[in-house]
């Protein structure tokens, strides 16, 4: 059974910072590239995030440009999503998913994690 389960999610203060992680099993996912999404209240899921197999490309939102920072940890099969200078409008429930291509759409995304509420107060 394939599992991503995310975790570090929480309340934070605007301006601050929280570090999210996402733990893979039950799969190889040698070859996948691992995404980050989120799903403000109210609204659509969106991409925020996502690098390669080997680490060596990434993409980001223009929204969390300079603020968020995406890496993983293949030993490990974990990929972590780095916020910082956090505001408002990041809070949402945020995904962490699999893919086999090199994309930012989520249709092409195959497995997807239960996802970790971030709360961003004033």
């Known amino acids: 059974q394939v599992q991503l389960v995310e975790s570090g999610g929480g309340l934070v203060q605007a301006g601050g910072s929280l570090r999210l992680s996402c733990a893979a099993s039950?799969?190889?996912?040698?070859?996948?590239?691992l995404g980050w999404f989120r799903q403000a209240p109210g609204r659509e899921r969106r991409f925020v995030a996502r690098v390669t197999w080997s680490g060596g490309v990434t993409d980001y939102a223009d929204s969390v440009k300079g603020r968020f920072t995406i890496s993983r940890d293949n030993a490990n099969n974990t990929v972590y999503l780095q916020m910082n200078s956090l505001k408002l409008e990041d809070t949402a429930v945020y995904y962490c998913a699999a893919t086999r291509y090199s994309t930012m759409s989520q249709k092409l995304y195959d497995y997807w994690g239960q996802g970790t509420q971030v709360t961003v107060s004033s």
């Open positions: 039950g799969h190889t996912f040698s070859g996948y590239a």
